[in-house]
């Protein structure tokens, strides 16, 4: 009988042993998950939901050395919408920025990257066959066209520029010279009700503070419904 209390006493002392042991790593691992969750929060804009910068960058870059030329890099920026700030308030912008940040989800899918780079601009990149672009992209510009209803049941009627560059026609896999590409066809093609798709002279436009100057001849498509 001794010895069975001793063996006991022997178990109850490593149990208290390993039960002190994972009380730390408990808090560890609750606190590794708290990091992941700021970290994510990080890389997310609060707003929109949409990758900030730095991770839209770093995730379009992986889809370009994945895919190659079958990619598209496209720029998109809401019209008129300091009027909209002006006219309804901030909350009905934020509103439309919201909704321009679901659609452009829905549109591109959950293996694009989709990215807010500040204000009401905003970039995608996925994957898109040559065949499918402009079909795609004049899609894309009707889901921007239709109006924004607030919670309070007003409308807004909203539109956005958008801009196209394919390493294709490019001749380059490099994100930075397809964004600014894509950049200088969306400003050629401004307020126009379609999408403008850029061609090589695009990344040799002079640009202020990466806006674009000149006109090169840009192709467009996909006019609003």
């Known amino acids: 009988m001794a010895s069975v209390l001793r063996v006991q006493a022997r178990i109850g002392q490593r149990a208290l042993l390993l039960t002190a042991a994972a009380v730390p790593l408990t808090g560890w691992a609750v606190h590794a998950v708290t990091l992941h969750k700021q970290l994510a929060a990080t890389r ?19 889809i370009l050395a994945r895919h190659g030329d079958g990619v598209a890099v496209v720029l998109i920026d809401q019209d008129h919408f300091k009027a909209v700030n ?3 308030g901030h909350a009905a912008g934020d509103s439309v920025l919201t909704a321009t940040a679901t659609r452009l989800t829905a549109w ?26 402009e079909q795609r992209l004049a899609q894309l ?29 490019i001749g380059s896999r490099d994100l930075s010279l397809l964004q600014r590409a894509a950049d200088a066809a969306l400003y050629d093609g401004k307020h126009s ?25 840009t192709a467009v498509w996909g006019r609003a419904a």
């Not at 804009?45 to 992986?62: E, I, S």
């Not at 591109?108 to 499918?132: H, K």
């Open 44 to 62: 997310r804009d609060p707003l929109t939901g949409l990758l900030r910068r730095d991770a839209y960058t770093a995730r379009a870059r992986r």
């Open 193 to 217: 009700g379609r999408a403008a798709i850029a061609i090589a002279a695009h990344t040799t436009i002079p640009s202020i503070n990466g806006r674009r100057a000149g006109r090169p001849g």
């Open 141 to 169: 510009v009707r889901m921007l066209h239709t109006p924004v209803v607030l919670d309070d049941g007003r409308t807004v009627d909203v539109a956005a520029s958008v801009g196209a560059a394919t390493p294709r026609a």
């Open 108 to 133: 591109a899918g959950s293996r694009a990257s989709v990215g807010r780079l500040g204000g009401d601009e905003f970039a995608v990149v996925l994957q898109l066959p040559a065949a499918r672009l």
């Open 86 to 88: 002006d006219t309804m």
